[in-house]
T-cell receptor, first 115, second 111 residues
Framework: NAGVTQTPKFQVLKTGQSMTLQCAQDMNHNSMYWYRQDPGMGLRLIYY???????DKGEVPNGYNVSRLNKREFSLRLESAAPSQTSVYFC??????????????FGEGSRLTVL | RKEVEQDPGPFNVPEGATVAFNCTYSNSASQSFFWYRQDCRKEPKLLMS???SGNEDGRFTAQLNRASQYISLLIRDSKLSDSATYLC????????????FGRGTSLIVHP
Protein backbone atom coordinates (compact mmCIF):
# COMPACT_ATOMS: atom_id res chain seq x y z
CA ASN A 1 0.00 0.00 0.00
CA ALA A 2 2.92 2.35 -0.74
CA GLY A 3 1.27 4.94 -3.04
CA VAL A 4 3.92 7.57 -3.84
CA THR A 5 7.39 7.01 -2.42
CA GLN A 6 10.06 9.70 -2.32
CA THR A 7 13.72 9.33 -1.43
CA PRO A 8 15.61 10.69 0.36
CA LYS A 9 13.38 12.18 3.07
CA PHE A 10 16.11 14.51 4.30
CA GLN A 11 19.27 15.81 2.64
CA VAL A 12 21.86 18.47 3.38
CA LEU A 13 23.97 19.72 0.49
CA LYS A 14 26.71 22.26 0.05
CA THR A 15 26.35 24.96 -2.58
CA GLY A 16 27.37 23.61 -5.96
CA GLN A 17 26.75 19.94 -5.18
CA SER A 18 24.35 17.92 -7.28
CA MET A 19 21.72 15.44 -6.26
CA THR A 20 18.68 13.58 -7.55
CA LEU A 21 15.37 13.22 -5.76
CA GLN A 22 13.66 9.97 -6.61
CA CYS A 23 9.92 9.41 -6.86
CA ALA A 24 8.01 6.24 -7.63
CA GLN A 25 4.29 5.45 -7.65
CA ASP A 26 2.65 2.06 -7.71
CA MET A 27 -0.88 3.17 -8.67
CA ASN A 28 -0.38 2.96 -12.44
CA HIS A 29 -0.95 6.72 -12.72
CA ASN A 30 -0.16 8.51 -15.95
CA SER A 31 0.67 12.00 -14.70
CA MET A 32 3.38 12.92 -12.22
CA TYR A 33 4.42 16.25 -10.71
CA TRP A 34 7.20 17.84 -8.71
CA TYR A 35 6.34 20.75 -6.40
CA ARG A 36 8.36 22.74 -3.96
CA GLN A 37 6.87 24.27 -0.82
CA ASP A 38 8.36 27.28 0.94
CA PRO A 39 6.98 29.19 3.93
CA GLY A 40 4.35 31.69 2.82
CA MET A 41 4.59 30.60 -0.82
CA GLY A 42 2.41 27.52 -0.95
CA LEU A 43 3.17 24.71 -3.40
CA ARG A 44 4.76 25.79 -6.66
CA LEU A 45 5.04 23.47 -9.64
CA ILE A 46 8.59 22.78 -10.84
CA TYR A 47 8.03 20.22 -13.62
CA TYR A 48 5.36 17.78 -14.58
CA UNK A 49 4.96 14.75 -16.81
CA UNK A 50 1.53 14.24 -18.35
CA UNK A 51 2.45 10.75 -19.52
CA UNK A 52 5.44 8.46 -19.90
CA UNK A 53 7.93 10.02 -22.28
CA UNK A 54 6.82 13.63 -21.83
CA UNK A 55 7.93 16.36 -19.45
CA ASP A 56 7.04 20.05 -19.23
CA LYS A 57 8.12 23.05 -17.22
CA GLY A 58 6.01 24.41 -14.45
CA GLU A 59 6.11 27.74 -12.65
CA VAL A 60 9.66 27.51 -11.21
CA PRO A 61 11.83 25.18 -13.38
CA ASN A 62 15.12 27.07 -13.28
CA GLY A 63 17.95 25.09 -11.69
CA TYR A 64 16.17 21.75 -12.07
CA ASN A 65 15.94 18.91 -14.55
CA VAL A 66 13.62 15.92 -14.60
CA SER A 67 13.47 12.45 -16.06
CA ARG A 68 10.38 10.33 -16.53
CA LEU A 69 12.25 7.05 -16.47
CA ASN A 70 9.16 4.90 -16.98
CA LYS A 71 5.52 5.05 -15.99
CA ARG A 72 6.35 4.52 -12.32
CA GLU A 73 9.31 6.82 -11.79
CA PHE A 74 9.86 10.57 -12.09
CA SER A 75 13.14 11.99 -10.79
CA LEU A 76 14.16 15.57 -10.07
CA ARG A 77 17.79 16.61 -10.40
CA LEU A 78 19.59 19.62 -8.99
CA GLU A 79 22.76 20.02 -11.04
CA SER A 80 24.40 22.73 -8.94
CA ALA A 81 22.53 23.32 -5.72
CA ALA A 82 22.00 26.86 -4.44
CA PRO A 83 20.75 28.06 -1.02
CA SER A 84 17.58 29.32 -2.76
CA GLN A 85 16.72 25.68 -3.45
CA THR A 86 16.40 24.95 0.27
CA SER A 87 12.81 23.75 0.43
CA VAL A 88 10.46 20.84 0.93
CA TYR A 89 9.93 18.95 -2.32
CA PHE A 90 6.77 16.96 -2.98
CA CYS A 91 6.21 14.47 -5.73
CA UNK A 92 2.61 13.74 -6.73
CA UNK A 93 0.80 11.53 -9.20
CA UNK A 94 -2.62 11.52 -10.79
CA UNK A 95 -4.61 9.05 -12.83
CA UNK A 96 -5.49 10.66 -16.15
CA UNK A 97 -8.78 9.20 -17.32
CA UNK A 98 -10.03 12.56 -18.52
CA UNK A 99 -8.72 16.08 -18.45
CA UNK A 100 -10.92 16.76 -15.46
CA UNK A 101 -9.91 13.82 -13.30
CA UNK A 102 -8.44 15.42 -10.31
CA UNK A 103 -7.07 13.92 -7.17
CA UNK A 104 -3.33 14.26 -6.62
CA UNK A 105 -1.62 11.70 -4.42
CA PHE A 106 1.48 13.05 -2.71
CA GLY A 107 4.63 11.51 -1.37
CA GLU A 108 5.73 12.35 2.16
CA GLY A 109 8.14 15.02 0.97
CA SER A 110 11.89 15.47 0.80
CA ARG A 111 13.40 18.14 3.01
CA LEU A 112 16.45 19.65 1.35
CA THR A 113 18.84 22.13 2.93
CA VAL A 114 21.55 23.78 0.85
CA LEU A 115 24.33 25.43 2.86
CA ARG B 1 -0.19 37.99 -8.55
CA LYS B 2 -0.71 34.34 -7.76
CA GLU B 3 -3.26 32.47 -9.89
CA VAL B 4 -5.04 31.15 -6.81
CA GLU B 5 -5.43 33.54 -3.88
CA GLN B 6 -6.35 32.68 -0.32
CA ASP B 7 -6.43 34.58 2.96
CA PRO B 8 -3.48 33.04 4.84
CA GLY B 9 -5.08 33.53 8.26
CA PRO B 10 -4.52 32.15 10.81
CA PHE B 11 -8.15 31.66 11.71
CA ASN B 12 -8.30 31.03 15.44
CA VAL B 13 -11.70 29.65 16.47
CA PRO B 14 -13.17 27.82 19.47
CA GLU B 15 -14.41 24.27 19.24
CA GLY B 16 -17.92 24.12 17.83
CA ALA B 17 -17.55 27.28 15.75
CA THR B 18 -18.41 27.59 12.09
CA VAL B 19 -15.61 28.92 9.92
CA ALA B 20 -15.51 29.83 6.23
CA PHE B 21 -12.53 30.01 3.90
CA ASN B 22 -12.57 31.80 0.58
CA CYS B 23 -10.44 31.45 -2.50
CA THR B 24 -10.32 33.18 -5.88
CA TYR B 25 -8.72 31.95 -9.08
CA SER B 26 -7.63 33.98 -12.09
CA ASN B 27 -7.61 31.39 -14.89
CA SER B 28 -11.15 31.39 -16.26
CA ALA B 29 -10.37 28.20 -18.22
CA SER B 30 -9.87 26.18 -15.01
CA GLN B 31 -12.11 23.15 -14.98
CA SER B 32 -11.54 21.33 -11.70
CA PHE B 33 -11.42 22.64 -8.16
CA PHE B 34 -10.45 21.09 -4.88
CA TRP B 35 -9.72 21.67 -1.24
CA TYR B 36 -6.72 19.88 0.24
CA ARG B 37 -5.79 19.62 3.88
CA GLN B 38 -2.17 19.74 5.05
CA ASP B 39 -1.09 18.94 8.59
CA CYS B 40 2.14 20.37 9.94
CA ARG B 41 5.17 18.84 8.20
CA LYS B 42 2.99 16.38 6.28
CA GLU B 43 1.95 16.00 2.68
CA PRO B 44 -1.29 17.54 1.38
CA LYS B 45 -4.29 15.22 1.19
CA LEU B 46 -7.52 15.68 -0.68
CA LEU B 47 -10.32 16.96 1.53
CA MET B 48 -12.98 17.31 -1.14
CA SER B 49 -13.63 18.19 -4.74
CA UNK B 50 -15.71 21.27 -5.50
CA UNK B 51 -18.61 21.09 -7.94
CA UNK B 52 -20.67 23.86 -9.50
CA SER B 53 -23.78 22.63 -7.74
CA GLY B 54 -22.03 22.72 -4.38
CA ASN B 55 -21.28 19.64 -2.37
CA GLU B 56 -21.27 18.54 1.23
CA ASP B 57 -19.32 15.92 3.11
CA GLY B 58 -20.37 15.70 6.74
CA ARG B 59 -19.41 18.97 8.44
CA PHE B 60 -17.72 20.30 5.29
CA THR B 61 -19.46 22.20 2.49
CA ALA B 62 -17.75 23.45 -0.65
CA GLN B 63 -19.15 25.93 -3.15
CA LEU B 64 -18.01 27.11 -6.56
CA ASN B 65 -19.06 30.31 -8.28
CA ARG B 66 -17.66 30.23 -11.82
CA ALA B 67 -18.97 33.68 -12.72
CA SER B 68 -17.04 35.26 -9.86
CA GLN B 69 -14.19 32.71 -10.04
CA TYR B 70 -14.62 32.07 -6.36
CA ILE B 71 -14.44 28.92 -4.25
CA SER B 72 -15.43 28.51 -0.62
CA LEU B 73 -15.16 25.96 2.15
CA LEU B 74 -17.42 25.97 5.19
CA ILE B 75 -16.58 23.93 8.26
CA ARG B 76 -19.36 23.50 10.81
CA ASP B 77 -18.99 22.39 14.43
CA SER B 78 -15.19 22.72 14.35
CA LYS B 79 -13.15 20.04 16.10
CA LEU B 80 -9.66 20.30 17.55
CA SER B 81 -8.60 17.81 14.89
CA ASP B 82 -9.61 20.26 12.14
CA SER B 83 -6.54 22.36 12.98
CA ALA B 84 -4.47 22.33 9.79
CA THR B 85 -3.72 24.34 6.67
CA TYR B 86 -6.37 24.25 3.95
CA LEU B 87 -5.18 24.56 0.37
CA CYS B 88 -7.39 25.71 -2.48
CA UNK B 89 -6.59 24.21 -5.90
CA UNK B 90 -7.68 25.06 -9.43
CA UNK B 91 -6.72 22.82 -12.34
CA UNK B 92 -7.23 22.17 -16.01
CA UNK B 93 -8.05 24.45 -18.90
CA UNK B 94 -5.88 25.45 -21.81
CA UNK B 95 -5.32 21.87 -22.98
CA UNK B 96 -3.22 20.77 -20.02
CA UNK B 97 -3.92 19.71 -16.49
CA UNK B 98 -1.81 21.77 -14.13
CA UNK B 99 -3.05 21.85 -10.53
CA UNK B 100 -2.31 25.30 -9.12
CA PHE B 101 -2.32 25.71 -5.37
CA GLY B 102 -3.11 28.71 -3.25
CA ARG B 103 -0.76 29.60 -0.40
CA GLY B 104 -3.10 27.96 2.10
CA THR B 105 -5.24 29.14 5.00
CA SER B 106 -4.19 28.17 8.50
CA LEU B 107 -6.92 27.07 10.93
CA ILE B 108 -6.38 26.72 14.67
CA VAL B 109 -9.25 25.29 16.68
CA HIS B 110 -8.85 25.80 20.45
CA PRO B 111 -10.74 24.28 23.40
Amino acid sequence: NAGVTQTPKFQVLKTGQSMTLQCAQDMNHNSMYWYRQDPGMGLRLIYYSASEGTTDKGEVPNGYNVSRLNKREFSLRLESAAPSQTSVYFCASRVRETLATGELFFGEGSRLTVL
Amino acid sequence: RKEVEQDPGPFNVPEGATVAFNCTYSNSASQSFFWYRQDCRKEPKLLMSVYSSGNEDGRFTAQLNRASQYISLLIRDSKLSDSATYLCVAAGGGGSYIPTFGRGTSLIVHP
